[in-house]
């Protein structure tokens, strides 16, 4: 049974930061997984914030390039997201994902709501 436990959303000014985590637990874990982050905005389709492979690769998407940092402690199984600058556009809810053998796995969400 795999599990994601996300913590770290809340509300926050324009331009201030915060950092999300995500521990995944798991029976074992493949030669290679990913583990990302994702977010949906209401009324909007789930989008690609950040991902990254066990081995160190990293994507990022547009919207949070130069803001965000992804990264990850293998060791621990968890994924973390800084994110600095935050603009009225990043709130939405933030979902934790995994790639393990090939199967994709959800976290439940965690809401994060930039606004002054």
């Known amino acids: 049974q795999v599990q994601l436990v996300e913590s770290g959303g809340g509300l926050v000014q324009p331009g201030g930061s915060l950092r999300l985590s995500c521990a995944a637990s798991?029976?074992?874990?493949?030669?290679?997984?990913?583990m990302a982050w994702y977010r949906q905005a209401p009324g909007k389709q789930r989008e690609l914030v950040a991902d990254i492979t066990n081995g160190g690769t990293i994507t990022y998407a547009d919207s949070g390039k130069g803001r965000f940092t992804i990264s990850r402690d293998n060791a621990k199984n968890t994924v973390y997201l800084q994110m600095n600058s935050l603009k009225p556009e990043d709130t939405a809810v933030y979902y934790c994902y995994l790639k393990n053998f090939g199967l994709v796995y959800w976290g439940q969400g965690t809401q994060v709501t930039v606004s002054s």
């Open positions: 798991a029976s074992s874990f493949s030669l290679i997984n990913v």
